[in-house]
């Protein structure tokens, strides 16, 4: 399945096993990276991609398998052992200290003294300025790194790396906060380190950013290596087919057509240049999947939506009547919700419990009488069981608190506020953010389902797996405008990706076939 030469493998994994409390995360594992490569880690969540890299890192120690450095057994027992052997990690939380400056960071623990034990900024950032192979940053070394957007705080980072001669950069879900011009500047600080001869681990789900920067990529699939391939001999139904396991139609259920009846219509909305004079419609049982890289306005577009953004113009139409959504409590009036990206701080109330998420919306039907607001206990305990029961949702009881139920159930229980508060479009950002597989698939039931009872549906996801499995309609999204506007049966994975990934598109309301 590979292609190139081997000659230059500088660090390997070969028959990783690791077990925790006899649960298998990782089953024989070979991995391998080569000097100069950026070579891409994928899999869905749980498939074992984060245990193989702390076992490399030194955070584990693996049951059974050895790691070879420069063709050497090499005994990774700390993040010290992995740093000397020039190994560096960089994790999404990127690990900087806001309130101490660029140069403070990148020598973060190892500062410079002088013979007096003192630490001198100015000669730290003479030291920043000159680390060989440095990327590039625009900023005043001296400045709090708090202060910085978070592309500079991300070069922060990868210059530490650099400052202690690390061959190898491990980066994980790099650009899940990064803006589309953030997410550009990123990919040119990625291909500068891969001229200067470092090695790159990409850990990623966002398939149009392995395919615009991996040479290689290597996919785990519940807890195994599936196997590894040169990118540019795989098209994405192939890497697809790698991670699921099968094929893509036999992941998703059967969808039932929407219906003829519109129940919402945009017409030229517009703020800034976030969302710019996006025009569609959405029928009664449609899913509307929202395609497009970071940046490319479909939060943006669900923010507008429900009023969490003011717009500068345009219009929205539910039911065929024009509404001027101002505010959320007006969205919810006017049957709209959002499952919103940040379920744990957006979308539920953590301290409260199962039943009071569920009614948050809706506490005007729980009033024991038009002239005496206060709750019955007896209608929130009802209302609330019915939609546990109808989006399956596990708990021990409906005063289980939010945050005690897993990712999988927490979606649920947003899902089911929803419900409860009869919303006929539901507004889905990143509905299997964070949650296991089987869970996963549970949702995807869970949505087709409601399509079929004719809600109508929007899906925004960076997995375009979700995208296109899910979706009657696609749109495709590209700073701000509809890029395009498909239908499912007549475009695939590999063009929607291609589109993705196009630029300078005008194809605005076209197919491909």
């Known amino acids: 399945m590979e292609s190139g030469s081997s000659s230059n493998i500088i660090l390997e994994t070969r028959g990783i096993v690791k077990d925790f409390s006899g649960q298998r995360a990782l089953d024989g594992v070979d991995f391998d990276v080569r000097a100069g490569e950026i070579h891409a880690l994928?899999?869905?969540?749980?498939?074992?991609?984060s245990t193989l890299i702390k076992i490399i890192a030194g955070l584990f120690r693996p049951n059974e398998g050895e790691i070879l450095v420069d063709g050497q057994v090499r005994a990774i027992c700390s993040p010290r052992d992995s740093q000397e052997l020039g190994l560096a990690f960089i994790h999404q939380d990127l690990n900087v200290v806001p309130h101490l400056s660029v140069a403070e960071?990148?020598?973060l623990g190892r500062y410079p003294r002088s013979a007096f034990g003192l630490v001198k900024l100015s000669k730290m950032v003479e030291m920043a300025r000159s680390i060989p192979e440095a990327v590039p940053m625009h900023t005043d070394f001296r400045r709090p790194v708090g202060e910085l957007p978070l592309i500079e705080q991300w070069k922060t980072v990868i210059n530490r790396a650099l400052a202690v001669k690390s061959r190898i950069i491990f980066m994980d879900e790099p650009t899940t906060s990064l803006t589309h011009s953030e997410v550009e500047?990123?990919?040119n600080s990625i291909s500068h380190l891969k001229e200067k001869g470092k090695a790159i681990v990409y850990v990623s789900h966002r398939m149009e950013e392995v395919f615009k920067l991996a040479d290689r990529a290597t996919v785990i699939k519940d807890a195994k290596k599936v196997g590894t391939a040169s990118v540019n001999v795989l098209n994405s139904g192939q890497l697809y087919r790698m991670m699921l396991g099968r094929e893509l139609e036999d992941v998703f259920p059967l969808k039932a057509p929407p219906r003829e009846k519109v129940c919402l219509e945009v017409k030229n909305l517009s703020r800034g240049t976030a969302v710019r004079n996006v025009s569609f419609q959405l029928r009664e049982g449609e899913i509307l999947g929202l395609a497009g890289l970071v940046g490319s306005g479909r939060t943006e577009l669900a923010r507008l939506l429900f009023g969490a953004d003011r717009k500068d113009g345009g219009d929205i139409f539910i039911n065929g009547d024009k509404r001027d959504i101002r505010f959320p409590t007006e969205a919810i009036r006017h049957g709209i919700g959002l499952v919103p990206e940040q379920r744990h701080t957006q979308g539920l109330v953590l301290p409260m419990d199962v039943k009071q998420n569920i009614t948050l919306p809706s506490l005007k039907k729980l009033w024991?009488?038009?002239?005496?607001p206060l709750l019955s206990r007896r209608k929130e305990n009802t209302l609330a069981q019915k939609f546990v029961i109808t989006t399956a949702v596990k708990t021990?009881?409906?005063?289980?608190s939010a945050s005690s139920l897993s990712g999988g159930n927490q979606q649920r229980v947003v899902l089911s506020k929803w419900l409860c508060a009869?919303?006929?479009?539901?507004i889905l950002d990143e509905p299997t953010k964070g949650i296991d597989v089987g869970a996963k698939f549970a949702v995807y039931r869970l949505i087709t389902d409601l399509a079929r009872e004719g809600k109508a549906i929007i899906v925004i996801s960076s997995d375009l797996i979700e995208v296109v499995g899910l979706s009657h309609r696609i749109l495709v999204l590209d700073q701000g405008r509809i890029?395009?506007?498909l239908r499912r049966e007549e475009t695939d994975?590999?063009?929607i990706l291609a589109m993705c990934l196009e630029k300078g598109s005008k194809c605005l309301g076209t197919s491909i076939n």
């Open 422 to 426: 009869e919303s006929a479009v539901l």
């Open 396 to 400: 021990y009881g409906l005063n289980q």
């Open 42 to 49: 994928i899999g869905e969540n749980g498939a074992g991609k």
């Open 185 to 187: 500047e990123l990919f």
């Open 493 to 495: 994975l590999q063009s």
């Open 105 to 107: 960071n990148i020598y």
């Open 483 to 485: 890029k395009a506007d």
């Open 368 to 372: 024991k009488s038009v002239r005496l």
